[in-house]
Nanobody, 115 residues
Framework: QVQLVESGGGLVQAGGSLRLSCAAS????????MAWHRQAPGKQRESVAL???????NYADSVKGRFTISRDNAKNTVYLQLNSLKPEDTAVYYC?????????WGQGTQVSVSS
C-alpha cells in the first residue's frame, strides 16, 4: 500500500507561480514513476507531467516550458513547479504512482488561477 499526500495548492493571479508537493509513504525509487495529473470542472482528467525512476520526464504539451517536475529522493517527495500560470490551469491536481502492479492516487490539491 502506498499513500500519497499532495500539498501546495492555492489561489494565484495569472502569471504567478506555485510549487506542489507529493509526499509518498514509500521510497519513490521503488516506484515505476511518479506523475501529476489535473482535472478541471466538467473536463476529463489530464496527465500533466511524469518522472520515471530513472529520472526521465514527460510533459503535456499544454504545460511544456511552464511546469517542471522534480523529486527529492531522500524525502520521498515529488514536486511540480508551476510558472506562468494561466486561468486555464485551474484544476484539482493529483499525484499518482505505479508500484508492483498497482496504481495509487493522492487526494488532490486545488489550484485556482485568477485573471
Amino acid at each position: 500500500q502506498v499513500q500519497l499526500v499532495e500539498s501546495g495548492g492555492g489561489l494565484v493571479q495569472a502569471g504567478g507561480s506555485l510549487r506542489l508537493s507529493c509526499a509518498a509513504s514509500v521510497s519513490i525509487l521503488s516506484t515505476n514513476y511518479m506523475a501529476w495529473h489535473r482535472q478541471a470542472p466538467g473536463k476529463q482528467r489530464e496527465s500533466v507531467a511524469l518522472i520515471r525512476s530513472g529520472g526521465s520526464t514527460n510533459y503535456a504539451d499544454s504545460v511544456k516550458g511552464r511546469f517542471t517536475i522534480s523529486r527529492d529522493n531522500a524525502k520521498n517527495t515529488v514536486y511540480l513547479q508551476l510558472n506562468s500560470l494561466k486561468p486555464e490551469d485551474t484544476a484539482v491536481y493529483y499525484c499518482s504512482t505505479y508500484r508492483y502492479g498497482y496504481e495509487y492516487w493522492g487526494q488532490g490539491t486545488q489550484v485556482s488561477v485568477s485573471s
